[in-house]
Each structure stands twice: as structure tokens, then as C-alpha cells.
């Protein structure tokens, strides 16, 4: 089955930039999408189709693709930062929906 | 503005089925524009995709429950619920329903809106 690939952690210190990638065999191919899960409450879309933002999301979130990584930037981190992030991306049929393991953004 | 809530027992034994309905209010369900899915989260663990369903009852399901797994829609309610049969305690999870994005003329798609989910226990 398909696998998106994340690192589990990263850590950074407030006003630096965080960048988390995800690799999938598909990504050259597929647009990938990115959310954020603060501890209990639901993920909210921070990218979409690879580096659009939606509305709401404050411009330091932004994303890029190269190949098969994806990369979310988050550009002069804050503490209200520190999240899980997940990508995803269905499949190459389009037809599987997948989820990376997810990464811990800690805010040092 | 809509949203999404999830409702359904929150224990349910093993063996038995799991039942989960969303309800959709502030639009229709019925809109061409949209699929709608379902998404569950382990304690402690990442995300899963379930399954998603159209208006006209299209289905795509995760082919590790596809054989467990039934999602249906009723447009009158504006409502989709999800059924889960032979559950065990590695069914306890977080369940979410979600509005999914299809990206026109791509094999692509994404989850732009989300209930606050539900927590389901399977134990005896």
C-alpha cells in the first residue's frame, strides 16, 4: 500500500523556520495538502495543492514541492505553532486516501 | 458557514458495530462540488482515512476496512453515516467526518472541513 513518509519531531526556537517534509513515490503526481493538529481538537488545512493557503492561515505557513518531498515551511515560528502536522495525498489512482505518521512541531 | 457533527454511541462492545452519523448544516449534502469522509485518530497515533462517499452514494473505501466498512448517505436528512462491524479495541479512536475537495480534471482531493470528531471505546 501507498506510505507517506515523515520525520516524527522537529524542534526549533521561537522566530526561526521550521521545515517538515514528507515523501511519497506519488507526490510528483499527486498535489499534497498539509494540516495542523493542536492536542484535542481537530486538524485544520494549513496547505493545500502543494503551496496554496487557505484563507485565515497567516503567511508564514507556505509549502513546496520537489520530486517525491513535499516540504511545509513555517517561516519566524511561534509558540502557538507547536503542533502535530500531517500531509496527505491520495494515491496515484486517486482512489486511496493517505496520511503521513504525522510530525511533532516542538517550540523550544 | 458549515460544519460538521459527528454523533453516535461512545462505546461500543467487541464483536458489535460501530455506528457514527455526520450531520451537515449551513449547506447541502446534495452540493455536486463535494465528497464527504471519514477520518479516525487512535489515542496517542496519527491520522486514518476511512472512506468517502458522494451524494449519489459513490464509494471509495481504505483497503484495510473496506471488508468492515460501510459509509451511506441520506440527502433528506443531509446527513452520512458510517458503519464499522466485528470491532476490537484497536477500533478505539477518535472518529472524524470531514467535507473532501475534489481538484477538478486531477485524481486529487483533500479535507477542507472537519467535525470536532467523536470518541468511540470498544470494550466490554
Known amino acids: 500500500s501507498y506510505e507517506l513518509t515523515q520525520p516524527p519531531s522537529v524542534s526549533v526556537s521561537p522566530g526561526q523556520t521550521a521545515r517538515i517534509t514528507c515523501s511519497g513515490d506519488?507526490?510528483?503526481?499527486?498535489?499534497a495538502y498539509w494540516y495542523q493538529q493542536k492536542p484535542g481538537q481537530a486538524p485544520v488545512l494549513v496547505i493545500y495543492?502543494?503551496?496554496e493557503r487557505p484563507s485565515g492561515i497567516p503567511e508564514r505557513f507556505s509549502g513546496s514541492s520537489s520530486g517525491t518531498t513535499v516540504t511545509l515551511t513555517i517561516s519566524g515560528v511561534q509558540a502557538e505553532d507547536e503542533a502535530d502536522y500531517y500531509c496527505?495525498?491520495?494515491?496515484?489512482?486517486?482512489?486511496?486516501?493517505?496520511f503521513g505518521g504525522g510530525t511533532k512541531l516542538t517550540v523550544l | 458557514q458549515l460544519q460538521l457533527q459527528e454523533s453516535g454511541p461512545g462505546l461500543v462492545k467487541p464483536s458489535e458495530t460501530l455506528s457514527l452519523t455526520c450531520t451537515v448544516s449551513?449547506?447541502?449534502?446534495?452540493?455536486?462540488?463535494?465528497?464527504w469522509g471519514w477520518i479516525r485518530q487512535p489515542p496517542g497515533k496519527g491520522l486514518e482515512w476511512i472512506g468517502s462517499?458522494?451524494?449519489?452514494?459513490?464509494?471509495y473505501y481504505n483497503p484495510s476496512l473496506k471488508s468492515r466498512v460501510t459509509i451511506s448517505v441520506d440527502t433528506s436528512k443531509n446527513q452520512f453515516s458510517l458503519k464499522l462491524n466485528s470491532v476490537t479495541a484497536a477500533d478505539t479512536a477518535v472518529y472524524y467526518c470531514?467535507?473532501?475537495?475534489?481538484?477538478?480534471?486531477?485524481?486529487?482531493?483533500?479535507?477542507?472541513?472537519w467535525g470536532r470528531g467523536t470518541l468511540v471505546t470498544v470494550s466490554s
Open positions: 449551513g449547506g447541502s449534502i446534495s452540493s455536486s462540488s463535494y465528497y
Open positions: 506519488a507526490l510528483p503526481k499527486q498535489y
Open positions: 462517499i458522494y451524494y449519489s452514494g459513490s464509494t
Open positions: 470531514a467535507r473532501v475537495i475534489v481538484v477538478v480534471l486531477a485524481a486529487n482531493w483533500y479535507f477542507d472541513l
Open positions: 496527505q495525498s491520495p494515491d496515484s489512482s486517486g482512489t486511496q486516501g493517505v
Open positions: 495543492k502543494d503551496s
